[in-house]
């Protein structure tokens, strides 16, 4: 089973920053689409921000747009998605995706199941 790795979260302070990243240990994922999706207990898993592989477009929930952003390292195959101005309704647990394709629409980009692995979840909480 193909594991995708997250790290990086943790515990700021309202308007406080923080950089999630995610790599593929075991598979090369450098050329597909990656993409970040959060949960909170009691709702279902929302779209944050994806990247597709060969033109790295990007696709952003409009909550976080103007305040995330998501970039990937094609040398590393990861990639990192830097949080500003966070809020205490981004509080979620963040989970990476991979989709085994390069390219998304923008529809598919914010449907979770358009992709075929995922992270296990890190935590980040905003406090006020």
């Known amino acids: 089973q193909v594991q995708l790795v997250e790290f990086g979260g943790g515990s700021v302070q309202a308007g406080g920053s923080l950089r999630l990243s995610c790599t593929a240990p075991?598979?090369?994922?450098?050329?597909?689409?990656w993409a970040w999706f959060r949960q909170t207990p009691g709702k279902e898993r929302e779209f944050v921000a994806a990247?597709?592989?060969?033109?790295?477009?990007?696709y952003y929930a409009d909550s976080v747009k103007g305040r995330f952003t998501l970039s990937r390292n094609y040398n590393k195959n990861m990639v990192d998605l830097q949080m500003a101005a966070l809020n205490t309704g981004d509080t979620a647990v963040y989970f990476c995706?991979?989709?085994?394709?390069?390219?998304?629409?923008?529809?598919?980009?914010?449907?979770?199941?358009?992709?075929?692995?995922w992270g296990q979840g890190t935590q980040v909480t905003v406090s006020s």
């Open positions: 995706a991979v989709h085994y394709l390069p390219e998304l629409s923008s529809t598919q980009a914010m449907n979770e199941h358009t992709y075929e692995f």
């Open positions: 990247i597709t592989g060969s033109s790295s477009t990007t």
């Open positions: 075991e598979r090369d994922f450098s050329g597909r689409a």
